[in-house]
């Protein structure tokens, strides 16, 4: 299964778009949505530049192939593109580590689908306290996979 226009969408919103390299926090050069350049301790001449949107959603299409793939992986049961999706944005966000370790995960391939998302609802926190923007895609998240 293949993410949807709608959940890349929902990466950008969740993520951050940024046209131009930066350095993101951890002092490495990203573009678009969260893309690291190269090894991220150069930025190469042909990266030094403003990417229109399209280029941006392209790079975060490429991006995203990991994570549908662990999905498809580590869920054993049948999804709905929108179950798809939600998981793809948390594993996108979280890391498919963690992804492969979670209840989240354990609940979903018991069929125990409700389970799921109460644990998906879990990951809103940094350091031990609730994160408004972590808490905000969280039930983003959740309303995605609970979609009909």
Known sequence: MKV???CLKMLAHHE????KPYKCPAGLWTVGVGHLIG?????????NRTFT????YDILAKDVVRFERGVNKYILVPLRQNEFDALVS???????GVLQRSTLRQALNRGDKEGAIASLLKYNKAGGK???GLDNRRKDEAALFRKE
């Open 53 to 56: 949107l399209d280029e941006v």
């Open 16 to 19: 951050g778009v940024r046209q």
């Open 39 to 47: 090894d991220g301790k150069t930025l190469p001449d042909s990266w």
């Open 90 to 96: 948390f594993s996108f966000n979280l890391g498919l």
């Open 130 to 132: 609730v994160l408004k």
């Open 4 to 6: 949807s226009k709608e």
